[in-house]
């Protein structure tokens, strides 16, 4: 791989557990080419980021993403997720009832976006290669999908056409075929009871040094 597929997540919602957000990664289908590691919460591992009228964390390494409750009291969601492109952080809302796999796709949008891949453009730059792509690997939503893109996106297939999406995207821009060549599952997630393999604080603490504090955030997409 010649991308960075190890991500490190920060959860800050006391109410969910980091093998509940595992859970999410794998019902989204997200490709074992990224792989996910679980960093305590430390305060000084993310800042309160304010863009397009949401206040939000996001975390001050790269290669990271936060997970919160939309309704904690601490933020303003008025989006699902945000991320930075040039500095490779994201975040993520969740609200209660939200299916698992709509929130692993979530994380999945908003880490491809963070890879300056065009998360947002099924129904644009990429539409009629994305439905080539569709049709050529078989996907059960190639009829559905080309017979009228928009309202397919909006049908109760909403989900599984953006993993859909998310896979070509992988496929044409990183290489990745784990979804088609079965390269693993998702690893098995360390609990949260403090047995986080401390690979994942080290390698976190070396991108906090690396980065020095001294962030800017830039270019902000949804
Ligand atoms: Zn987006």
């Given at each position: 791989?010649?991308?960075?597929?190890v991500?490190t997540?920060?959860?800050?919602d006391?109410?969910i557990?980091n093998?509940?957000?595992?859970?999410?990664?794998?019902f989204?289908?997200?490709?074992?080419?990224?792989?996910?590691?679980?960093q305590s919460?430390?305060?000084?591992?993310w800042?309160?980021f304010?863009?397009?009228?949401?206040?939000?964390?996001?975390?001050?390494?790269?290669?990271?993403?936060?997970v919160s409750?939309?309704t904690d009291?601490?933020?303003?969601?008025t989006v699902?997720g945000l991320?930075?492109?040039?500095?490779?952080q994201?975040s993520?809302?969740h609200w209660?009832g939200?299916p698992q796999d709509?929130?692993?796709?979530?994380?999945?949008?908003e880490?491809?976006?963070?890879?300056e891949?065009?998360?947002?453009?099924?129904q644009?730059?990429?539409?009629?290669?994305f439905?080539?792509y569709?049709r050529?690997t078989?996907s059960?939503?190639a009829?559905g999908?080309?017979?009228d893109?928009v309202?397919?996106?909006a049908?109760?297939?909403?989900?599984?056409?953006?993993?859909?999406?998310?896979k070509?995207?992988?496929?044409?821009y990183?290489?990745?075929d784990c979804?088609?060549?079965?390269c693993?599952?998702?690893?098995v997630?360390?609990?949260?009871?403090g047995?986080t393999?401390?690979?994942?604080n080290?390698?976190?603490?070396?991108k906090?040094?690396?980065?020095?504090g001294?962030?800017?955030?830039?270019?902000?997409?949804?």
């Amino acid at each position: 791989m010649t991308f960075n597929s190890v991500w490190t997540v920060i959860n800050l919602d006391e109410s969910i557990s980091n093998d509940t957000i595992q859970s999410w990664i794998s019902f989204a289908g997200i490709p074992a080419c990224f792989r996910f590691v679980f960093q305590s919460p430390f305060a000084n591992a993310w800042t309160t980021f304010t863009a397009y009228d949401s206040s939000v964390p996001m975390p001050l390494a790269p290669w990271t993403i936060c997970v919160s409750s939309a309704t904690d009291a601490r933020f303003t969601w008025t989006v699902a997720g945000l991320s930075t492109i040039g500095l490779h952080q994201a975040s993520i809302g969740h609200w209660t009832g939200e299916p698992q796999d709509d929130l692993g796709a979530r994380m999945w949008h908003e880490i491809l976006h963070c890879y300056e891949l065009p998360a947002d453009n099924m129904q644009t730059s990429e539409r009629a290669e994305f439905a080539d792509y569709l049709r050529t690997t078989g996907s059960l939503h190639a009829a559905g999908f080309s017979a009228d893109p928009v309202g397919y996106e909006a049908s109760a297939h909403h989900t599984q056409i953006l993993v859909e999406y998310y896979k070509y995207l992988m496929h044409k821009y990183m290489g990745c075929d784990c979804f088609q060549e079965g390269c693993g599952e998702q690893p098995v997630v360390p609990s949260e009871d403090g047995s986080t393999p401390s690979s994942g604080n080290e390698d976190a603490m070396k991108k906090l040094l690396y980065i020095g504090g001294a962030v800017v955030f830039f270019l902000l997409i949804l």
